[in-house]
């Protein structure tokens, strides 16, 4: 893996009932404290881009396992939800669906079917956060 080198600009206006804004290569984003912290609640919590780049991470190495297959993806959306208990620390489920074309085989089924759990164990943020007790569970569905 080549090495990689982000560089982001922050800047923050007012207190902590204020707002910022990320900008970095190809992303600018809003930052602010949770409205139940204090703050605003007028731009996305560490949270929330905490599991975005947990999102990101796995759709692109899921889309790339699919395409090295040569599979006849017609479609792909997937749901995430992220919690945080005392009981179960802090855990995301992702809920991959792929639509297959109509004329998909029983082994392009299974072909998909196995690419949804490899992107989970290719995806190198997903990796991280397991490394730091992060929960990940991947409940996908593949579909004609």
């Known amino acids: ?28 984003t809003n930052i602010a404290i949770p409205e139940s912290l204090g703050g605003s609640g007028e731009g996305a919590e560490p949270k929330g881009l905490l599991v975005s780049s947990a999102v990101a991470c796995y759709t692109m190495t899921l889309v790339a396992m699919l395409e090295a297959r040569k599979l006849p993806v017609a479609g792909l959306t997937m749901d995430s939800e992220a919690s945080n208990s005392k009981e179960e620390g802090f855990k ?11 004329d998909a085989t029983e ?6 079917n196995r690419a949804i759990v490899a992107a989970d164990k290719g995806c190198a943020v997903g990796n991280m956060l397991k490394k730091a007790d992060v929960q990940i569970e991947i409940k996908g569905k593949v579909f004609i």
């Open 1 to 28: 893996m080549a090495d990689l080198k982000t560089n982001l600009k922050t800047v923050w206006y007012g207190n902590t009932k204020g707002n910022g804004k990320i900008q970095a290569n190809n992303l600018e």
């Open 107 to 112: 082994d392009q089924i299974q072909l998909a």
């Open 92 to 102: 995301i489920i992702h809920y991959p669906h792929i639509i297959l074309s109509a």
